[in-house]
């Protein structure tokens, strides 16, 4: 070997020991970096009352603090409870550094600083678990190596409300179903809190459902901190009888407060048909009530919340709502990566058991068909919008929207059809989800034979194709064009509009 090739060895031996050392120092995180930190955390209120959320908590070992730093970029570190004081580690700094702490650890997705938010929703909660959140910072000296220490008294950020049901004086038991709605001020849903500046941004004011089988006269609710808000509640019994009631005046809503609102609810009289007004308090009506937040148009009716849909039902205190206005225009998968047979949704080949595409009645009741009806998919409709005759096969035996919402991927950038369905708020209602081919499909055959005319409010579908939740294969999706009745499949990336529906 001549004096270059053993030059160019020796070379790029040195080469490839300095890479791999580069790659070390790139990978793994120096000591030096970082010390160990113990935390002495007291959960409390600063107010002369303290605070009721926090006044019996007791930390469990296992219990998890999130900081942060909040000068530059660092990684989310782990404060662990191990039975007298949360201990981990803390990135040093070269002075006093501002700390930012949050509990619980698990509620905070984000995994670096950069974002110190943490997004608060409590638009569906259970009735029975009740969780402070805790937020606090403080100016923290961590600039040696060894260990250090600090006590922090982190303070509550949401409230407490046992939301009471009573009639004729005695609490309504076995609630099913429990709607929280505003009637003077605002009652907010959701939030995002600002951990630099331990206070909420971006606000929205919406309904709080609760949804727990068997609640026995009371739920018990987190809230978010309001300078005034009066409530009203619907309560939905087993039976399906319904509760309605409201406060008397408004009440301020503090952070680590404790509430008590008791309801005298007179129950319900009526029951719901196809065609009637649905309100953001749960309640319906056959006359439109200027004075409730009108959201939807009743279009079936079921035996039991979430049941399939009764053709023999003329009235009911289960069913499913068609939203008032579209959510807008939306492809269903946002490009080829996402386009893939989901997992959970059946696919079905064909529209009706034999036929690949076909055209719905320009009149289901009467079953006159529009003038290109080729195909024409024999569908029929009583005088009060209920199905008489409907395909049991195909995609338009399909009545599941919402497991098919539930089982698709509903991040904005991948399925917007869905994500639009499912994170439809009219109202401030929860539990929107993209119709299924059967449903759009009864929709639009109601609206065309005109069970849904003249109804104050109601937008009237466009002349437009609606995409379904219910998929044709792995590149297509069902939809319907209520302009001439065809229901066809195409492809995924195509861009349709959205009317979100709702069950009762």
Known sequence: MNIKAIKFL????????????????????????????????????????????????????????????????????????DGSKFSGR????????????????????????????????????DGVTVMPYLAGEEAAIITSTGNAESELNMQCINAYATIAVNCNGAL???????????????????????????????????????????LNGVARIMMIPTDGVALAVTAVAADGSAYVGKMLKPS??????????????????????????????????????ETKTLVGIVYALTDYEGGDINPELSVSNHGRVMSVVDYG??????????????????????????NSQGFLPENAMEGTYHADADTKIDVKLDNLGRIVKWPNAGALSDFNGRHNTECSDTAVNRMPASFRASNFDKGGLSGWYLPSAGEMALISAQ?????????EGFTP??????????????????????FNGRVVANYKTSTYMVRPVLQF
């Open 447 to 455: 609206c065309s034979s005109g069970v849904m005319d003249n109804k």
């Open 172 to 214: 309504v038991n076995d609630i099913v179903h429990m709607e929280i709605s505003a009637y003077s001020g605002k009652l907010y849903n959701k939030g995002d809190y600002e951990l630099k500046r331990l206070t909420y941004t971006t606000l929205k004011e919406g309904n709080i459902s609760v949804k727990s089988p068997g």
């Open 90 to 125: 803390m990135a040093s700094v070269s002075s006093a550094g501002t700390i930012g702490y949050f509990y619980p650890k698990s509620v905070l997705e984000q995994t670096t600083s950069d974002t110190t938010t943490v997004h608060v929703d409590y638009q569906i909660q």
């Open 10 to 81: 020796l070379f790029a031996t040195l080469f490839a020991v300095a890479m791999v050392s580069c790659d070390d120092d790139k990978n793994e995180d120096t000591d030096d970096e970082y010390i160990y930190y113990n935390l002495l955390v007291v959960p409390s209120q600063p107010s002369a009352s303290g605070s009721a959320i926090t006044r019996d908590m007791q930390w469990k070992t296992g219990d998890q603090v999130a900081a942060l730093n909040l000068l530059y970029a660092r990684d989310v570190e782990t404060m662990t409870y």
């Open 461 to 482: 579908l466009s002349n437009f194709t609606y995409w379904t939740s219910t998929e044709h294969s792995a590149e297509k999706v069902w939809a319907v064009q209520p």
């Open 252 to 289: 301020v809503v503090e952070a680590g407060g404790e509430y008590v609102f008791a309801f005298d609810c007179q129950l319900e009289e009526g029951s719901a048909r196809i065609g009637d007004y649905f309100y953001s308090d749960y309640t319906r009506s056959s006359e439109y009530d």
């Open 329 to 354: 225009k939306a492809v269903w998968s946002f490009s080829a990566t996402y386009v893939f047979d989901i997992p959970k949704i059946p696919n079905f080949g064909n529209v009706d058991g034999s």
